[in-house]
């Protein structure tokens, strides 16, 4: 029945033709038919339906394996949630290593209605302070190791206290483990109403409220604090549950995913929530040891993990590499990938899921889709087409390709043709694009300018709808007005039987304007010299005249970012005869 405003509009339509028209009755707020969307609800989901489940196996700083059911994880992170909520705490640093803590931290402080922030512990004091700060941080939980990195913070920010998780197991916890303790009592004290009956919010009020900030790796400017949302978080997670393949059966039992991939970077492209969405285990891995991560590829039945290329080229190249009996997937990421890298993890039975993505796109969001007919084709054109950036994902709308140079006004973005051939930028759309830059609205309007997510990445598009990566826009190098992608010459250079790793990078020619210069990394026990891969470019058929490097550098190591991307910034430092001992 109507109410009396209502009936009151209706009757002066009769009486006055002129009026507008009653607007229809609102629609009820609530819907049974659709919930908000979370990702935090996974954990106490997991805890329900398969409490007995390994959720965590990991090897503590003292040595311990330490075991944790979903029961176990859900209680800890029920406790921290409701330590958080007792004291107030709406904003929360994370500064750990890829430990159990890290992983409760992120279900706690979600369910307490808070945001993490989690800085990368391998930037430079000073930069972490700048994290914790523009994210206004009012408590910061610390893995011990790294405490000594926040001296310079605590005399700018006394009031900001820390929660230290010595990553023991045993009964040295410290006072992250004290901190859960008090909200496991507080909970006890106020009911025992657990996850779903108190104070906790597994499935958030606003689904595009902000769960996190992801902080951009920062090598060239300041880093950006990427706001992430509930529903991105919740549906990037999903997206990975599929096209990673974490879904899939292990003999009956849960996939078992090894932390490469620092949960710290764009909070580990959404696993932490996708690998409990399928109640899958865990093994939580301070830092990368070559040795023992193929130690437990093969002791424990691994299933799955990620990483960027270079850490796979360095796996592969380990003196402990060896076939495996059962099937690793890999989601590789973070730069784009080599044919011939994929041939050497297929050989490892390491078989690649290649993904792409930025920390504004939750990390992944285009999948290169291999497709039963490529099995009939050349070994070398099949690894090719497996090393492109391939199509949006499943939550995702379709990624584009782009003209530059025309401006991006609204509506008169211009796609480039498919053909393999023109060259663009490649932009996001949809679900997975962040909400923006936190404190940045200038840097958000100009990542959204035109309505689409600018990613500074420049492909081509193939008539079958996939996209293929050729550089940074910075990166393209110009020689005697050809274009030249150092990704592709990276990926040729590659091939050389001795070679381990190549960056390439421009300098200055007085002739051609600009010339490639390569970096290279020497496989162990192979020797090598600049001028003879220099002599091998110039007979390779794959390499065109113009794109032999100028000069081939042999050094011990490349520099990377925390992720294992390249410091290509570093590298043109290098060529200019810019210091080497600070990178």
């Not at 900030?213 to 997206?239: C, D, I, N, Q, W």
């Not at 040891?289 to 592969?316: F, K, S």
């Not at 990566?469 to 250079?493: C, F, H, P, T």
């Not at 891969?533 to 100028?550: E, H």
Request: with cysteine; charged share 25%.
């Amino acid at each position: 029945m109507s109410g009396a405003p209502s009936r009151l509009r209706n009757l002066a339509s009769q009486i006055f033709p002129s009026a507008s028209p009653a607007p229809p009755e609102t629609e009820p707020t609530h819907r049974e038919n659709i919930h908000t969307l979370s990702p935090t609800l996974f954990l106490p989901r997991a805890a329900a339906v398969e409490p007995n489940a390994l959720a965590i196996h990991h090897t503590t700083a003292s040595g311990l394996t330490l075991r944790l059911t979903y029961q176990d994880l859900a209680d800890r992170a029920r406790g921290l949630g409701y330590y958080l909520k007792k004291h107030g705490y709406k904003r929360i640093g994370i500064l750990c290593p890829n430990t159990p803590a890290f992983l409760e931290s992120i279900y706690g402080i979600a369910a307490a209605g808070a945001v993490n922030a989690a800085a990368n512990y391998r930037l430079q004091p000073q930069d972490i302070g700048y994290i914790f700060a523009h994210a206004d941080v009012e408590l910061i939980i610390v893995d011990r190791e790294f405490v000594g990195l926040l001296e310079e913070y605590k005399k700018q920010r006394p009031d900001v206290p820390f929660l230290v998780d010595n990553d023991d197991g045993g009964e040295e916890a410290g006072p992250f483990d004290e901190a859960i303790q008090e909200g496991l009592r507080y909970d006890e004290e106020n009911g025992k109403r657990g996850w779903c009956g108190g104070t906790l919010e597994p499935q958030t009020q606003n689904e595009e409220d902000v769960i996190a900030l992801a902080y951009t790796s920062g090598t060239t400017a300041r880093p950006k604090g990427v706001e992430f949302t509930h529903r991105g978080a919740y549906l990037g997670a999903l997206a990975n549950v599929v096209e990673s393949g974490l879904n899939l059966s292990n003999g009956g039992g849960g996939c078992r995913y090894l932390w490469t991939l620092p949960m710290f970077h764009a909070m580990g492209w959404t696993f932490p929530w996708a690998v409990t969405a399928v109640r899958g285990t865990h093994y939580c891995l301070r830092r990368i040891d070559y040795g023992e991560i193929w130690r437990l590829l093969r002791e424990e039945g691994i299933t799955h993990y990620n990483a960027a290329p270079t850490v796979n080229t360095l796996l592969c190249a380990h003196p402990a590499a060896k076939r495996l009996e059962r099937t690793v997937h890999v989601t590789v990421a973070a730069s784009p990938p080599t044919p011939r890298l994929f041939e050497q993890m297929m050989e490892l039975n390491l078989h690649p899921v290649h993904v792409y993505g930025l920390t504004e796109t939750y990390g992944p969001i285009t999948k290169g889709y291999q497709l039963p007919e490529w099995e009939g084709l050349p070994k070398d054109e099949r690894y090719k087409k497996m090393a492109r950036q391939g199509h949006g994902f499943l939550t995702s709308l379709p990624i584009r390709v782009i003209k530059t140079g025309e401006g991006v006004p609204e509506g008169k973005i211009r796609n480039v043709k498919k053909d393999g051939e023109e060259i663009g930028e490649i932009v996001c759309l949809g679900n997975i694009c962040a909400k923006g830059y936190y404190k940045d609205a200038e840097a958000t309007r100009k990542l959204f300018a035109g309505g689409v997510l600018h990613t500074g990445d420049l492909a081509v598009w193939h008539p079958d709808g996939s996209a293929q990566i050729l550089d940074r826009a910075k990166d393209i190098i110009i020689s005697g007005g050809e274009n030249i992608s150092s990704v592709s010459l990276e990926s040729m250079l590659a091939t050389h039987p001795a070679i381990l790793e190549v960056g390439v990078v421009a300098v200055s020619d007085e002739h051609w304007g600009e010339r490639p210069k390569a970096f290279v990394t020497v496989q162990e026990g192979k020797n090598v010299q600049g001028d003879e891969v220099i002599v091998w470019a110039k007979k390779n058929p794959a390499i065109s005249k113009f794109m032999v490097p100028r000069e081939v550098e042999i050094i011990p190591e490349l520099p990377k970012t925390s992720t294992g991307k390249m410091k290509k910034n570093v590298l043109r430092e290098w060529a200019k005869g810019g210091d080497r001992t600070v990178e």
